[in-house]
């Protein structure tokens, strides 16, 4: 008999049957995603009675402080966020799926609750976390790192010892209270407390993030709100240091130009020199002072300080701005003023003894205008060190 006979007959001996390739058993993991997704709707509310509402927990934690703006009154800030909630329609026994207790799915294939923060303004670099996890119990756990960009009313007036109260509230947009529920996962102590996680080597330092639940009324609707509170303080040294030591080191210089002969030429280029130092030191530290729209830092006010009126000149240099440009016309216009009244030798001493006795005023004026002023950073300072 011949192999080809042979093999022919071996074949059709076989039952076609087993020919045939068997299909792979689909796993367990992707026959209970299919279970549980088949029916589900994801625009439903989670709930088998529907006068029952959804309660969300809620859970934060500050990362750190990226950015304050004072003048556009926002504040940049990363945090991890956590939503909890129970969804009725996804429950299965972990026995009739090898065992399995918790499973992810896509955050578009199941209903998530509308939470959103009331103080957001835009968008910031968040990744995108299209995942959450559940149990068999049901419980939906979605957690996410958030990049937020929030308005917040800042005080600028005791920088650089300033400390701010920044809120994010949470809220459903359309859920009532008799809908969607929220409440804190964590205890509020230990959320106020809990600063472990927090970069703290930057400018920004963490006090406490306090919270409380209450509701708002809206066309006789409440709708339920979560508001955290993060407290913040700015480090100082960094400004006493390079801006506020340096200040008050030609205050004290400014003070002692007084006993200078007033109707002497020396007086004058000795303010003069002092103006120039503080607009040297604003200018190149312009960028590091925050801005703001309304009010003005305490010590933005130090430009004010430093140039004592000289009632000899014609033209008022306390009056001037930061601008070098506009300073040098001045010390050019004193110049010639000075050269013509050299030239003329007119002795005005009414006008000289008059302005001796306003001069004296004026030194008294500053003297308990400046100790105002060191007294005040020193007792914001103090207020800050013992806070």
């Not at 109707?263 to 020199?273: A, H």
């Not at 006008?351 to 302005?355: A, F, Q, T």
């Given at each position: 008999?011949?192999?080809?006979?042979?093999?022919s007959?071996?074949?059709?001996?076989?039952?076609?049957?087993?020919?045939?390739p068997?299909?792979?058993?689909?796993s367990?993991?992707n026959?209970l995603?299919?279970?549980?997704?088949?029916?589900?709707?994801?625009?439903v509310?989670?709930?088998?009675?529907?006068?029952k509402?959804t309660?969300?927990y809620?859970?934060l934690?500050?990362?750190?402080?990226?950015?304050v703006d004072g003048?556009?009154?926002?504040?940049t800030?990363?945090?991890?966020?956590r939503?909890?909630w129970?969804?009725?329609f996804?429950?299965?026994?972990p026995?009739e799926?090898?065992?399995?207790?918790?499973?992810s799915l896509s955050?578009?294939?199941i209903w998530?609750?509308?939470v959103?923060?009331?103080?957001?303004v835009h968008v910031?670099?968040?990744?995108d976390?299209?995942?959450?996890?559940?149990n068999?119990?049901?419980t939906?756990?979605?957690?996410k790192?958030?990049?937020?960009?929030?308005?917040?009313?800042?005080?600028?007036?005791?920088?650089?010892?300033d400390?701010?109260?920044c809120t994010?509230?949470?809220?459903?947009?359309?859920?009532?209270?008799?809908?969607v529920d929220l409440?804190?996962?964590?205890?509020?102590e230990?959320?106020?407390?809990?600063t472990?996680?927090?970069?703290?080597?930057?400018?920004?330092?963490?006090?406490?993030?306090p919270?409380h639940?209450?509701?708002l009324?809206?066309?006789?609707?409440?709708?339920?709100?979560?508001?955290?509170?993060?407290?913040?303080?700015?480090?100082?040294?960094?400004y006493v240091?390079?801006?506020l030591?340096?200040s008050?080191?030609f205050?004290?210089v400014?003070?002692?130009?007084?006993?200078l002969?007033p109707?002497?030429?020396?007086?004058?280029?000795?303010?003069?020199?002092i103006?120039?130092?503080f607009?040297?030191?604003?200018?190149n530290?312009?960028?590091?002072i925050?801005?703001?729209a309304?009010?003005?830092?305490?010590?933005?006010?130090?430009?004010?300080?430093s140039?004592?009126?000289?009632?000899?000149?014609?033209?008022d240099?306390?009056s001037?701005?930061?601008?070098l440009?506009?300073?040098?016309?001045?010390?050019?216009?004193?110049r010639?003023?000075?050269?013509e009244?050299d030239?003329?030798?007119?002795?005005?001493?009414y006008?000289?003894?008059?302005?001796l006795?306003?001069?004296?005023?004026?030194?008294?004026f500053?003297?308990v205008f400046?100790?105002?002023?060191?007294?005040?950073?020193l007792l914001?300072?103090?207020t800050?060190?013992?806070?």
């Open positions: 008999m011949s192999p080809v006979l042979l093999l007959l071996v074949l059709s001996a076989i039952p076609q049957a087993e020919l045939v068997e299909k792979p058993k689909r367990a993991l026959q995603t299919r279970l549980l997704l088949r029916k589900y709707n994801c625009g509310r989670p709930v088998q009675n529907w006068t509402p309660t969300i809620i859970d934690i500050i990362k750190s402080v990226l950015d003048q556009t009154q926002k504040v800030t990363s945090i991890w966020y939503q909890i129970n969804d009725e996804l429950v299965w026994d026995e799926f090898d065992g399995i207790t918790e499973i955050s578009d294939a998530v609750p509308d959103i923060i009331s103080e957001f910031g670099k968040s990744p976390i299209p995942y959450v996890y559940v068999c119990s049901g939906v756990k979605n957690y790192p958030i990049q937020v960009v929030s308005a917040c009313h800042l005080e600028m007036y005791a920088f650089p010892f400390r701010q109260n994010l509230t949470f809220r459903s947009w359309l859920h009532s209270v008799s809908e409440a804190l996962w964590r205890p509020a230990e959320i106020a407390s809990d472990r996680e927090f970069m703290n080597d930057g400018e920004w330092e963490l006090l406490s993030v919270s639940y209450w509701t009324n809206l066309e006789d609707r409440d709708y339920a709100q979560v508001q955290f509170n993060v407290l913040i303080r700015r480090r100082p040294l960094l240091v390079s801006l030591i340096p008050i080191f205050m004290v400014d003070v002692t130009s007084f006993y002969p109707n002497s030429g020396t007086r004058i280029t000795f303010k003069t020199s103006l120039l130092g607009t040297v030191i604003r200018v530290l312009m960028d590091e925050p801005a703001t309304i009010k003005t830092p305490l010590i933005g006010y130090e430009s004010d300080l140039p004592e009126p000289d009632l000899f000149s014609l033209t240099v306390s001037s701005d930061s601008s440009e506009k300073i040098l016309q001045e010390v050019v216009s004193l010639l003023y000075l050269q009244e030239s003329e030798g007119i002795s005005q001493s006008w000289v003894e008059l302005c006795k306003v001069d004296r005023l004026l030194f008294c500053y003297l400046m100790f105002i002023y060191v007294m005040t950073l914001l300072w103090g800050w060190s013992s806070a």
